[in-house]
């Protein structure tokens, strides 16, 4: 971590210097952008694609993009999109194995050299993050997909200034400010950004952006040590103590906004020790078993390994795909289905992501993000799940 | 090297557009042809020949009296018999017909109407014989065909998910019409199999792969009632290729039980 020093304020346009020095450095840039009525995550070469003026409604089972009344850039939360697409890429080749003369001869995957640059991660994504680099990386096996993507991976992250009615990543200590996990952190603010330095490489890409920056506006000034001298709005300064307070004020809306609650003191346990709730009963003849909730969770990790031949019987690919709990199919084991009924498919999610993550990777499986009430399409509410279980648990 | 299954290509009532789907299947079908021998196929050649088959693929739904007859005689005939398409393995959209009057469609459709003999109801194949496997689909999708025949020939599991559209859908990052933009949507009721076109191209799922497993229906409905979609609107999404599939079924007719919204 590089010696926290005081952020810099960048005037709005000056962004698109920053996208320009991440994809000269061999990035492929990715942030949000507005596609399919939606805020979704994809590849941007401009800061034009980014949501200025855009932001979204979230309830239960509820989105709807919306115009905000001002032009702000990152007025909004986290979408239907995460960012575990690009770490964990929905469908990937494990293998390839061809037949030949001599046999059959395995082809492993060849090393990944992408460079994804992620633009606009939120606390609760970075906690999601965390949390991945827990299962795929700090275990007995090692994901070597994951490792490659992630090692290369830069991160500029942005503190919420807003939270949606399904946020609750204050009870599950994520957010909404980021604390550490980025390489640049901003938060925005009317006239451009407060950009916080969280790496040795944030702090390399930042200075070669600066220096960029200064090329591009000859005759501006820009500092380069304490001494605030900039005398307009465009240029690239140490944020004053004006620019930190309003920085300050629009961080601590987006904490006044979160009304979701998820009490955790009894997690891990509760839910262990009530596997015959009526809850879970009841959860389960809502559930539609879509798998919804675990496609869009941004820590769940499951995905089922299949050999894929082609008609000719000489070549064999093994595919990765995001599977889920809540597919009757993956639950097949010693020829039969170990949980057939939704109920119990319901019930294997909650206490999992939970209860059992703690014993099995030392933290809770989430981070609070509200994606699984939001893109439920029966709206089933985690928080309320939880909730309903402690309250008619005899003490 | 053991002998060739044998496969029947049948039709009942329907469009064959199933059977067409294993004509389309252009770049596999020499290879299929190395893996099985194509006995019987009125679609594809006039030499038909007689069973016994080691597989029967069965298109279409059980409409007249003669075809509850022959579908008898097919079983009889085949070792495995695997329904094709949406016809044979719901009815189809022809079960239409088992809400309706039959005399009375017969009377207005036809010019003569003396010359038509048909039953009341279009049924699904397993309604009248043992069914092994039941392909989904309106129409079927040619590469789970082409893998069940290899996988027949083979002698292992075919690899044709029951798991719901949504999951393709956000494979290919598709944004939830239901969720978005309040769309009703079968896909969180439909097997998969088409790879979630219909989301990915703005419409909601009209469910042409049939229900999934399980098929929640009675929550789904619910839920679009309370975005206040209709009655009017939602029995006919329910009632279309797979009408008579029991989940789908129990739902429309639930729904007409349940009368307009505003008293809902
Ligand atoms: S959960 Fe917290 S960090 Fe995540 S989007 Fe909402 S406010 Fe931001
Ligand atoms: S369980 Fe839900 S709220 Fe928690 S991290 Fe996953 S999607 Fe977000
Ligand atoms: S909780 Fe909601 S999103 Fe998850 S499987 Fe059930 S119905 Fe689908
Ligand atoms: S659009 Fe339809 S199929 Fe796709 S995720 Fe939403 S409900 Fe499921």
Known sequence: ?395 | MPRKPRLAVFKFASCDGCQLSLLDAEDELLAICDRVEIAHFAEASSDLQPGPYDVALVEGSITTHEDAERIKRVRADSKFLMTIGACATSGGIQSLRNWGQIDEWVQSVYPSPEFIRTLATSTAIADHVLVDFALHGCPINHHQLVDILVALAEGRNPRVPSHSVCLDCKHRGTVCHVVARGIPCLGPVTQSGCGAICPAYDRGCYGCFGPSQPANTASLVSQFRSHGHSTEKLVPLLRSFNAAAPEFQRASEQLVILGPNSEG
């Open chain 1, 1 to 395: 971590m590089a010696t926290p020093i005081s952020p810099l304020f960048i005037p709005k346009p000056h962004l698109q210097l920053l996208l320009n020095e991440l994809r000269h450095r061999g990035y492929s840039v990715v942030g949000p952008t507005v596609d399919q009525e939606a805020i979704v995550y994809g590849e941007i070469q401009s800061i034009e694609q980014l949501p200025q003026g855009w932001t979204d409604e979230q309830a239960p089972g509820h989105y709807r993009l919306k115009r905000r009344d001002d032009n702000a850039w990152f007025g909004f939360v986290v979408g239907p999109h995460s960012w575990k697409k690009y770490l964990f890429p929905p469908k990937t080749t494990l293998l390839t194995a061809e037949k030949t003369e001599s046999g059959w001869q395995f082809i492993p995957r060849s090393a990944d050299t992408t460079k994804f640059a992620l633009l606009g991660v939120r606390a609760c994504e970075l906690a999601a993050m965390r949390i991945q680099d827990q299962v795929f990386l700090n275990g007995p096996y090692q994901d070597p997909l994951y490792r490659e993507r992630r090692e290369h991976l830069f991160v500029i992250s942005v503190n919420c200034t807003q939270a949606a009615s399904t946020c609750f990543c204050t009870s599950m200590k994520t957010g909404p400010r980021c604390e550490n996990g980025f390489d640049l952190a901003l938060t925005e603010i009317d006239t451009g950004f407060l950009c916080e330095v969280g790496s040795e490489r944030g702090r390399e890409v930042l200075d070669a952006f600066v220096s960029l920056a200064r090329r591009a506006s000859e005759g501006s000034s820009v500092a380069s040590n304490s001494n605030n001298d900039c005398v307009t709005a465009n240029e690239i300064c140490f944020a004053t103590p004006e620019q930190l307070k309003s920085a300050e004020n629009a961080r601590q809306q987006a904490v006044d906004q979160i009304t979701r609650q998820m009490e955790t003191s009894d997690l891990p346990g509760l839910l262990l020790s009530n596997l015959d709730h009526p809850r879970w009963k009841e959860v389960g003849e809502r559930c539609l078993s879509c798998t919804n909730c675990t496609m869009v969770c941004p820590t769940c990790f499951c995905s089922s390994v299949t050999e894929v031949r082609d008609l000719n019987m000489d070549r064999v690919e093994r595919e990765r795909t995001w599977d889920s709990c809540f597919n009757p199919d993956f639950s097949y084991l010693g020829g039969s289905l170990v949980r057939n009924d939704t109920a119990s498919r319901y019930r294997q999610w909650l206490t999992h992501k939970l209860d059992g993550w703690h014993a099995q990777f030392g933290t809770s499986g989430c981070v609070g993000c509200g994606r699984c009430i939001t893109w439920c399409p029966v709206g089933i509410d985690i928080t309320e799940e939880v909730a309903a279980i402690r309250e008619e648990t005899s003490p």
